[in-house]
C-alpha cells in the first residue's frame, strides 16, 4: 500500500495550491480517501473526507468555501484544491485511505507522507 502526497509549498496569503495524492497497492474504489493536516504543537485534523462510494465529500469548517477535494478513479488520484489560503492553514498535510467513510484521524489505516504547505507573506 502506498499513498503519495505531493504539491505544497509556499504561497503568500489569499493564494492557491493543489495537492495531489496517488494511491497504489489497495482497491482504490473501496477506501473512503481523506486530507488530514497538522500543525505545530496541534492535533492532525481531517481537512476534506472523500466517501468510497459517490464522493461525498466531508469539509471542517475552517475550510468550507475554500478547499475542494476531488478523486480520479482511472488515475488512482486524489486531489485538494486550496484556494484563499490563510497563514492558519499552514501545516503538513497529508493523505491516507480508510474502509469507511469518516473523518476523525484514528479511522484511517493507510497513510502517506507529508507534505508541508506554508501560507506567509
Known amino acids: 500500500v502506498q499513498l503519495q502526497a505531493s504539491g505544497g509549498g509556499l504561497v503568500q496569503p489569499g493564494g492557491s495550491l493543489r495537492l495531489s495524492c496517488a494511491a497504489s497497492?489497495?482497491?482504490?474504489?473501496?477506501?473512503?480517501i481523506g486530507w488530514f493536516r497538522q500543525a505545530p504543537g496541534k492535533e492532525r485534523e481531517g481537512v476534506a473526507c472523500?466517501?468510497?462510494?459517490?464522493?461525498?465529500?466531508y469539509y471542517v469548517d475552517s475550510v468550507k468555501g475554500r478547499f475542494t477535494g476531488s478523486r480520479d478513479r482511472a488515475k488512482n488520484m486524489v486531489y485538494l484544491q486550496m484556494n484563499n489560503l490563510k497563514p492558519e492553514d499552514t501545516a503538513v498535510y497529508y493523505c491516507?485511505?480508510?474502509?469507511?467513510?469518516?473523518?476523525?484521524?484514528?479511522?484511517?489505516?493507510?497513510w502517506g507522507q507529508g507534505t508541508q504547505v506554508t501560507v506567509s507573506s
Open positions: 472523500l466517501s468510497e462510494s459517490d464522493d461525498s465529500t
Open positions: 491516507a485511505a480508510s474502509r469507511s467513510w469518516g473523518c476523525p484521524p484514528y479511522s484511517y489505516e493507510y
Open positions: 497497492g489497495f482497491r482504490f474504489d473501496y477506501y473512503a
